[in-house]
């Protein structure tokens, strides 16, 4: 019997994240196992219980989400963070990211979205709100090649397929049979031919072109 995703949800508001845990609860294959209300409480009670997941507000009194996010995905990888915000800021969501968080949720998902964001983020996945994704897309598309992707070289093309299902540049460099440098070499060249900042962006392009 496959074991139930546990779960830490951290943020401020008592009402909101009650709300959370309550939903959480009656799904299939959930177990909230602690909750917290700062930044501070999230990392200690992740370090205690190693969540499979941990849902983690940015706006959190102290040293904040992100940077909560950042000392999480230092001491505890085996769990992943999951931002559970209000704020659609396109730096928040790098920042995100970049801390180690590997899945971006706004509030107002549906509790049956919210169940499989978490599904997703701890079967290895990266998840983003459509419709956060669906605009930065938007944005970053606009006034450019109708395919950026078709400048890239068929090693580049393979290598961001690899990150857009989550590798690392050592797990690419493994799985390729190539030095890590090299990896990040390319990566820096597929980034700039598509004209983009970050591997997220990268990622998101590829996979919005090739489900077209």
Do not use: W
């Not at 909560?68 to 230092?74: D, F, R, S, V, Y």
């Not at 995100?96 to 509790?111: D, E, N, P, Q, T």
């Amino acid at each position: 019997m496959t074991e139930d995703i546990r779960v830490i949800v951290a943020d401020d508001h008592p009402l909101f994240r009650e709300g959370v845990v309550h939903s959480l609860s009656s799904k299939t294959g959930l177990t909230v196992v602690g909750q917290a209300e700062t930044g501070e409480q999230a990392l200690n009670l992740t370090r205690e219980l190693l969540p499979d997941v941990l849902l983690l507000d940015i706006a959190m009194p102290g040293q904040g989400g992100l940077t909560t996010a950042g000392e999480i995905a230092l001491a505890c990888p085996a769990t992943k963070i999951v931002m559970l915000t209000v704020s659609e800021d396109e730096d928040n969501l790098l920042a995100a990211f970049k801390a180690g968080a590997r899945g971006y949720v706004l509030k107002g998902i549906s509790a049956r979205d919210l169940a499989a964001a978490i599904r997703s983020v701890a079967a290895g996945d990266v998840y983003v709100s459509p419709a956060l994704a669906g605009r930065m897309l938007a944005e970053m598309t606009e006034e450019k090649t109708p395919n950026p992707l078709a400048e890239l070289t068929p090693r580049e093309t393979e290598i961001l397929q690899l990150v857009a299902h989550g590798l690392t540049n050592r797990e690419i460099g493994e799985h390729m049979s190539l030095a890590e440098k090299t990896v990040k070499h390319y990566m820096t060249n597929v980034l700039g031919k598509l004209h983009v900042r970050s591997r997220l962006e990268a990622a998101l392009l590829a996979v919005r072109r090739n489900g077209k």
